[in-house]
């Protein structure tokens, strides 16, 4: 069965400061994987994929297949990032996400 | 385009109670779903449809219904509501997943309390 695992319920990082929400997963074939983002007040929304290797709002996230992990980072967190943050993964031929528990990411100015 | 809309935005029921969440797309997509946000375990699929006329089970489809007679509706039945269905549910929709873009495209959520 596949699995997505967000250890992190909360996060609180200071403004500035670098951030890393992690995420792990439990697939034995080859995934497609995501970071979902709400903000508050707003709908759930694709962040980025792993397939596109971009960053977005200074976002990155690696696919490391040794690990089974699509950690989530940005070397310098930004007060409007606040926001809960959710991991998902698309198994291989299958029509449907898996989502993590989600992580609610707090900025301090 | 008005994009993935869900009516209505809140709603209370009694045990026992029955009601149908509406979800609607004018994005012509294929693919649509149903989740259900609970703190702590993020989001969880209910049901999910690739096209008009075929609904297949998620993860939690246990007291809810669904039905695709057109591309754009997606409605969610709640058989006999029961407290553990309290929960903030999400439809969703994608253009197709056999193309390599996959996003899912949500709606802004139904909030629902059962007493």
């Known amino acids: 069965a596949q699995r997505v695992t967000q250890p992190e319920k909360l996060l609180s990082v200071f403004k500035g400061a670098p951030v890393e929400l992690k995420c792990n997963y439990s697939?034995?074939?080859?995934?497609?994987l995501f970071w979902y983002v709400q903000y508050s007040r707003q709908r759930l929304q694709l962040l980025l994929r792993h397939i596109s290797r971009e960053s977005i709002k200074g976002f990155t996230a690696d696919l490391n297949k040794g690990e089974t992990s699509f950690h989530l980072k940005k070397p310098f967190a930004q007060e409007e990032d606040s926001a809960m943050y959710y991991c998902a993964l698309k198994p291989q031929g299958a029509q449907k996400l898996v989502f993590g528990q989600g992580t609610r990411l707090t900025i301090n100015p | 385009n008005a994009g993935v809309t869900q009516t209505p935005k809140f709603q209370v029921l009694k045990t026992g109670q029955s009601m149908t969440l509406q979800c609607a797309q004018d994005m012509n997509h294929e693919y649509m779903s149903w989740y259900r946000q609970d703190p702590g375990m993020g989001l969880r699929l209910i049901h999910y449809s690739v096209g008009a006329g075929i609904t297949d089970q998620g993860e939690v489809p246990n007291g809810y219904n669904v039905s695709r007679s057109t591309t754009e509706d997606f409605p969610l039945r709640l058989l006999s509501a029961a407290p553990s269905q309290t929960s903030v549910y999400f439809c969703a929709s994608t253009p197709s997943w056999g193309s390599s873009y996959n996003e899912q495209f949500f709606g802004p959520g139904t909030r629902l309390t059962v007493l």
């Open positions: 697939y034995s074939g080859s995934p497609e």
